[in-house]
């Protein structure tokens, strides 16, 4: 009788105290944390922009990338001073994307 009394107040005080630590339990997260991505290796296309095979001008061009498309910067490539390339990684959801969508190349900047 007495260990099913401690087993339920024991279950009782989990039930409640537990789900406050939890997502969706309560408390409530500061507004000061992490809504948009703070990611200083992502950037946003502002223009149309193509995606090169390879950093250079003359390289097969791969995809025009739309306005607004999120692209994540992988390295950086100076071929002259006024010259600089980026390898990107195009955003993508790898469960449901076809496997052979070319996701990584080059833009000029």
């Known amino acids: 009788m007495i260990n099913n009394v401690l087993k339920n107040f024991c279950l009782i ?3 409640l105290i537990a789900p ?3 997502p969706a339990g309560g408390i ?3 507004l000061n944390q992490n809504k948009f991505s703070h990611n200083p290796n992502e950037i946003i296309l502002s223009s149309n922009t193509s995606l ?3 950093p250079e ?3 097969k061009e791969l995809l025009l990338l739309d306005v607004g498309t ?3 910067v992988l390295r950086n490539w100076r071929v002259s001073k006024s010259e600089t390339w980026v390898r990107v990684e195009l955003a ?3 469960f449901l994307d076809d496997p052979n969508k070319i996701l990584k190349g080059w833009i000029k900047m």
């Open 28 to 30: 409530q997260k500061s």
């Open 57 to 59: 001008i003359y390289a």
């Open 13 to 15: 005080t989990f039930a």
């Open 92 to 94: 993508s959801n790898k």
């Open 70 to 72: 999120s692209l994540t």
């Open 20 to 22: 406050i630590t939890l």
């Open 52 to 54: 090169y095979s390879c």
